[in-house]
């Protein structure tokens, strides 16, 4: 039995890398290149596949695979479970998030744990923007973040980014 199942999908942003056991997706990140897959669950591999290409080529898609349960602290898995409440086309900043958890003054611990999520597009933190309405932060690089955002219809794209 192979205990860490990973396969490659080859979005239009990129080359990504899902790992995943019998419970859900425990890890998804873009990585530099494609590579061999290795799995002993294909009936889930397909459902996690149908879930990036519905998720690629819809604006609204509702992702059907679960996440792997207890990824990260309780705090971070407090923050993930906001995030994923995030509404499509809509954004949310960090001091939105840190006051939907109860805990109105961690902005920044809630950007350090978005920072951590091991989901991406999946848990969606690609959603948060800094206080000002400027993109800030996402582990799969600004760039990303702003397509990801225009895809799903956010509106808030209008003003001029800063990258450096």
């Known amino acids: 039995m192979i205990l860490l199942n990973f396969f490659f999908f080859d979005s239009p942003i990129g080359a990504i ?10 890890s998804l990140r873009f990585v530099e290149q494609l590579g061999v897959n ?52 809509e954004a949310w900043t960090y001091r939105d998030i ?14 350090n744990a978005n920072g951590q999520n091991p989901v991406l597009l999946r848990i969606p933190c690609h959603r948060v923007i800094g206080s000002t309405g400027a993109m800030v932060g996402y582990a799969g690089e600004l760039w990303r973040k ?18 450096f």
């Open 98 to 111: 840190a006051n939907r958890i109860g805990q109105p003054k961690a902005a920044q611990a809630v950007g």
């Open 146 to 163: 702003e397509w990801l955002l225009n895809h799903e219809g956010y509106a808030g794209l209008n003003q001029q980014m800063t990258l």
């Open 38 to 89: 290795h799995t002993d669950n294909l009936e889930l591999e397909q459902l996690i596949l149908a879930d990036l290409q519905g998720y690629f080529t819809q604006k609204h898609y509702n992702w059907k695979c679960p996440v792997a349960p207890h990824l990260g602290t309780e705090f971070q898995e407090k923050v993930w479970k906001s995030l994923t409440e995030i509404p499509a086309g």
């Open 17 to 26: 890398r899902v790992e995943y056991t019998q419970q859900g997706i425990s």
